[in-house]
């Protein structure tokens, strides 16, 4: 039987990884800078994560959603205490398609309304509802062109006014900082003054905080830099370290009822036991605060080299800008000098997505592979 072939790979087969790094069958080390899409945040067979997983897996790996898991439990008050965010409830599932997909659920509950706006370059996933309201028309099949949606420009704050003034959207989701979009953030006005704009429409405003959220930016979440409150917040890429989870954290005001949601592996017992070690981690190694430290290190380091004509993101969410398309760059990172580097639909943007306890002497070798691959293309 063959795979379905929808990726294109390159020639490597990671066998094993180690902290920010992965190996393949005959011991070839590769620097990992990029971490599968942002997912391993707290480094590749951390002891930590290992022995929790193996633990567990020796007790229940998995059992339904029809009994009491006291590990979701645990894992609710965790994120609550390492987030700082209160009053809010914890529905778990598998992936970030899956936690923006219940979040307008949710959102159209609430409200009784079917209309989203979202933004362009965004990305919120492949299933049928997110994938509406991403800006890649290549990814929709006919199936998703039905929803009720509005696009706007990413920061227009008079769009947005003149779109919630109609008084009909269940929600308006955004990327505090885009993805795969390309690292762009808007203004704190943008923000700020969405929430209230929101609030005042009766629609509920969704936090996508798959890729930018669990310390990466330097703040648990993203949006926190800008002292709003989100109705739903969504999550999952560094929410296991690898390990498949998602999940949504819900305003209390919005009541739950049976049935409402479901999922048959979300909050499984293994996945809780990846989540509050992840969770444990980041607060006992300080891994936010040292996201926010070597973006420091890194702006230093960028401004040495002239052709990064701009530093985008926060955190270790890092977009090196330059101005020709970065392809064959990234090729020669990966294949000359052994580093994993990311793209972005921007093509001009180098994306960085390390595990959050990289630590500086990385980036001095990510730095000096860059300058000799920057030398050998002129």
Do not use: W
């Not at 920010?20 to 480094?43: R, T």
């Not at 609710?76 to 219940?102: H, I, R, T």
């Not at 401004?303 to 955190?315: M, Q, S, Y």
């Amino acid at each position: 039987m063959q795979l379905f072939d929808v990726y294109p790979l390159y020639d490597i087969a990671p066998v094993r990884g180690e902290g920010c790094y992965v190996f393949e069958e005959n011991g070839q080390k590769y620097l990992d800078l990029y971490g599968g899409h942002a997912v391993i945040s707290i480094g590749h067979s951390h002891p930590e994560y290992v022995r929790a997983i193996t633990n567990q897996v020796q007790k229940l790996g998995f059992y339904s959603n029809s009994i009491k898991n006291p590990l979701q439990v645990e894992l609710a008050e965790k994120l609550e205490q390492v987030s700082g965010v209160k009053d809010y409830s914890l529905f778990l599932c598998n992936s970030g398609a899956e936690a923006n997909e219940n979040a307008l659920k949710v959102a159209s509950f609430k409200t009784g309304r079917s209309k989203i706006i979202y933004f362009e370059n965004a990305f919120h996933g492949r299933t049928s509802g997110v994938v509406a309201v991403t800006d890649n028309e290549s990814i929709k099949a006919a199936f998703n062109k039905d929803h009720q949606v509005v696009k706007l420009p990413f920061g227009d704050i008079e769009a947005l006014e003149a779109e919630l003034s109609k008084n009909d959207a269940a929600a308006v989701i955004y990327e505090v900082i885009q993805g795969v979009g390309g690292l762009d953030e808007a203004s704190a006005e943008f923000y700020q003054k969405s929430a209230t704009l929101c609030k005042r429409a009766g629609t509920l405003l969704i936090a996508d905080e798959v890729q930018s959220g669990y310390g990466r930016t330097g703040d648990f979440f993203a949006f926190q830099k800008y002292g709003i409150r989100p109705d739903i917040i969504s999550m999952a890429k560094g929410m296991g370290n690898g390990f498949p989870i998602g999940g949504i954290l819900i305003d209390h005001k919005i009541e739950a009822k049976f049935g409402m949601l479901g999922t048959t592996f979300g909050g499984n017992h293994l996945a809780c036991a990846a989540g509050i070690a992840v969770l444990n981690t980041i607060e006992k190694e300080n891994l936010a605060e040292n996201a926010r430290e070597l973006f420091e290190y890194v702006k230093q380091k960028a401004g040495d080299i002239p052709l990064i004509k701009k530093i985008k993101g926060r955190g270790l969410m890092i977009g090196l800008e330059f101005d020709f398309e970065i392809t064959p760059l990234r090729k020669e990172l990966l294949f000359e000098h052994k580093v994993f580097t990311g793209a972005s639909s921007n093509k001009q943007l180098l994306r960085i997505l390390p595990p959050l306890n990289i630590k500086k002497e990385h980036f001095d070798m990510f730095f000096g592979a860059l300058k000799i691959a920057l030398d050998n293309s002129k």
